[in-house]
């Protein structure tokens, strides 16, 4: 009996280390070439305000409703304990074709993150993924808007607008560009996380390696 709840938690697991295939596309940046970087540093475009001055730049382009991202979530809070100010993470949005709400929840960080408050709409918004990811979401998002306090009506207009919808194409054309087709796929100064480990003591030893 033990064997097979053994097997049957590490198949689950399994299924949790990435969302999306190598047909990951969409009409914007299709006629984008998909190269891949096995272990060659890539050149990932800094937003304005990210931060460049930690030993280890973690960018990770992500899905809000991609359950595996919600596992790594976990990882790089975890880490950013563990390591503070040495490392620090870069969130690169990647809304898979497959998963309707996961675009307008990227839209709804963005319009969080104009007011400040990204870190604690990206936490909600992963906190909730099972409630809204079965629909109303633009309302779940609203809710969670209100919850931190921010300013509703600018919040309603941002989430729907044209500047936030900029932002998140680019960030997925980048991702293509670079060849990424899953999420979450992640650098670790640069260079690509082939294999995402399935314990965070693995995701660990990668950042401690990229330190020495």
């Known amino acids: 009996m033990k064997i097979k709840i053994v097997l049957i938690f590490t198949a689950l697991l399994a299924t949790t280390l990435a969302c999306g295939n190598k047909e990951e596309s969409n009409k914007e940046v299709k006629a984008i070439p998909v190269t891949s970087a096995p272990q060659t540093p890539v050149s990932i475009t800094p937003q304005p305000e990210d931060t460049v001055e930690a030993e280890v730049i973690i960018v990770k382009y992500s899905d809000y409703q991609c359950p595996a991202c919600k596992y790594y979530y976990e990882f790089v809070q975890k880490a950013k304990q563990d390591f503070g100010g040495k490392i620090e993470v870069v969130y690169k949005h990647f809304p898979l074709n497959s998963h309707p709400y996961a675009e307008i929840a990227a839209r709804s960080a963005e319009a969080a993150k104009k007011q400040g408050k990204f870190a604690e709409m990206n936490e909600l918004i992963f906190a909730g993924q099972e409630q809204?990811?079965?629909g109303n979401a633009e309302g779940f998002f609203l809710g969670y808007a209100e919850h931190l306090g921010?300013?509703?009506?600018d919040f309603r207009k941002d989430m729907n607008s044209a500047q936030m919808?900029?932002?998140?194409?680019?960030q997925k054309r980048e991702g293509l560009a670079l060849g990424v087709n899953s999420t979450p796929t992640m650098y670790i100064n640069d260079i690509k996380v082939e294999n995402n480990p399935r314990?965070?003591?693995?995701?660990?030893?990668l950042i401690e390696e990229a330190l020495n």
Not at 150 to 153: C, D, G, I, K, V
Not at 199 to 205: L, T, W
């Open 165 to 170: 919808q900029r932002i998140v194409v680019s």
């Open 199 to 205: 314990y965070y003591e693995g995701f660990k030893a």
């Open 150 to 153: 921010l300013n509703m009506a």
């Open 132 to 134: 809204w990811s079965r």
